[in-house]
């Protein structure tokens, strides 16, 4: 296996392509496949995320679908961890537990496997992109349900002036992420 070295200067923010007007006008889409796509930048992306993650003591990384999936597993493998998937509704086999959140426009259901995580499993949420912190919300209330302790929600990208960190700290959800944009 081939590592790459630590590059504790590579500027992660400039590996992330902004996409004006997508999905609507006014919004400018931080898109991360130029980032997972430049492997010294995921390589990076992952080591910042997982030294953070190490500091919370975890004994499994969440992972939310599903951009969060991809750092998500590697930070897991990285540390020695399992990683649990988080998905929308339907999409996982077997008998499952879920929470139903709401969205800007309706409503929507996270799941995971029943079992994935037990009473005192202690975990650390990922995601891509942290806007309104309705997800990683969600996701923490479903993770608190089947047991597990929160310990803190990883991003690799802030949108501060939606707010999403503001309402995970006020939740008594510690947040942390590698890089913010302003606007949407």
């Given amino acids: 296996m081939i590592a790459l ?3 504790p200067d590579l500027d992660l923010a400039a590996l992330v392509r902004t996409i004006p007007n997508f999905p609507k006008p006014g919004i ?4 991360i496949t130029t980032l997972i796509g430049h492997a010294a930048g995921f390589a990076e992306s992952v080591r910042r995320l997982s030294a953070r993650a190490e500091t919370y003591r975890p004994d499994f990384i969440v992972a939310v679908e599903a951009r969060g999936f991809l750092f998500g597993a590697a930070m897991a493998s990285a540390m020695g961890l399992g990683v649990v ?3 929308k509704a339907g999409k996982l086999p077997g008998v499952t537990i879920g929470v139903d959140y709401e969205l800007e426009y309706g409503v929507d259901r996270l799941e995971l496997h029943e079992g994935a995580v037990e009473a005192g499993h202690r975990v650390v949420l990922v995601d891509d992109l942290l806007a309104t912190g309705g997800t990683i919300l969600a996701t923490a209330e479903l993770m608190r349900a089947a047991g597990a302790e929160v310990a803190a929600a990883l991003f690799v990208i802030d949108l501060p002036d939606l707010g999403g960190a503001r309402r995970l700290n006020e939740a008594g959800l510690p947040c942390e992420t590698l890089i913010a944009f302003d606007g949407d």
């Fill in 28 to 31: 400018q889409f931080r898109d």
């Fill in 85 to 87: 998937p988080v998905r």
């Fill in 5 to 7: 070295p630590p590059q």
